[in-house]
């Protein structure tokens, strides 16, 4: 549950800033996916590039939590 919580919580925070920081350039209605517009509306778009930074902030700190494992940890059977 912790490793849980260590890689939650801080990919929740960044995203909300990348999401604060992204929106403040970009409107929502200016968007394309694949050459067409999105119509979504604002709140939509916005929760679904929430959710987009979170998914792509939580890929990054569990990339993280599997970078600092020990020797030991790698190494040890799982077969006990």
Request: charged fraction near 10%; include cysteine; proline fraction near 5%.
């Amino acid at each position: 549950m912790l490793k849980l919580i260590q890689v939650l919580w801080p990919s929740f925070l960044v995203a909300g800033v990348a999401e604060v920081v992204f929106f403040t350039v970009i409107a929502p209605q200016e968007l394309y996916l694949f050459g067409q517009p999105v119509y979504f509306s604002p709140i939509a778009t916005y929760s679904i590039g929430f959710f987009g930074f979170w998914l792509v902030c939580a890929g990054s700190s569990l990339m993280t939590l599997f970078f600092q494992r020990t020797s030991a940890e790698i190494n040890q059977s799982t077969s006990d």
